[in-house]
């Protein structure tokens, strides 16, 4: 059992880290969304700005370069936000299961005792979580090599590649697999020394 443990506490290891790069996500995306709508917002007021005003038409012509770089960067700047919104829903969901704070569909789950919920789990994680991210990750991993080798991006003006947001969709399930491996490792583990798995299970409010 210990081999099994300590691939476990590998597991969890990874789901840290990537825990920490989805919080880095959240930041990244607020910034990224803030800039882009900051910049395209003083260029939508400067250019009505001189509209109605052309004895304003100099003040115009000082934020030409501004507009430019709008132009160019605003749709690249619209994906990132995407590939980061995916970054911490896919990187953050193994964290989220880890401590615990997942959405379950709670029929009777917080009313039966520590064991039967173990056991709850365990079926759980063997019948629907385990098959659910193979299935995904069978159509993924093609659907994320088709983007790679075909350079596929979102169809509009100077936009990114396809493939790193697709990448973030196979990498997200995969640690949620891993991460239902480690938890079912704990739970057995809770089941054969007969020890309170060290996780609680907050009931939703009513």
């Not at 019948?127 to 075909?150: E, H, K, Q, R, T």
């Not at 490792?185 to 409010?205: C, F, G, M």
Request: charged share 15%.
């Amino acid at each position: 059992m210990r081999f099994f443990l300590a691939i476990s506490r590998g597991i969890d290891w990874i789901g840290d880290h990537f825990g920490v790069a989805a919080n880095w996500c959240v930041l990244l995306s607020a910034l990224i969304s803030c800039a882009e709508s900051l910049i395209g917002f003083t260029v939508g007021s400067i250019r009505e700005l001189s509209a109605n005003f052309p004895q304003l038409g100099g003040l115009w012509s000082m934020f030409v370069p501004l507009t430019n770089w709008h132009r160019e960067f605003s749709n690249p700047m619209i994906d990132l936000e995407l590939y980061m919104f995916a970054g911490m829903v896919l990187f953050g969901a193994a964290y989220t299961f880890k401590v615990n704070e997942h959405v379950r569909v709670d029929l009777f789950y917080g009313m039966v005792s520590d064991r039967a919920r173990l056991w709850i789990d365990i079926l759980g994680t063997i019948l629907f979580l385990g098959p659910m991210c193979i299935v995904i990750l069978y159509y993924s991993v093609p659907w994320f090599i088709d983007a790679w080798n075909s350079g596929e991006a979102t169809g509009n003006y100077n936009s990114l590649k396809r493939w790193p947001v697709r990448l973030i969709f196979v990498v997200g399930f995969s640690l949620v697999l891993l991460q239902g491996i480690s938890e079912l490792i704990k739970r057995i583990e809770s089941l054969v020394e007969n020890k309170k798995l060290h996780v609680d299970y907050e009931a939703p409010l009513q």
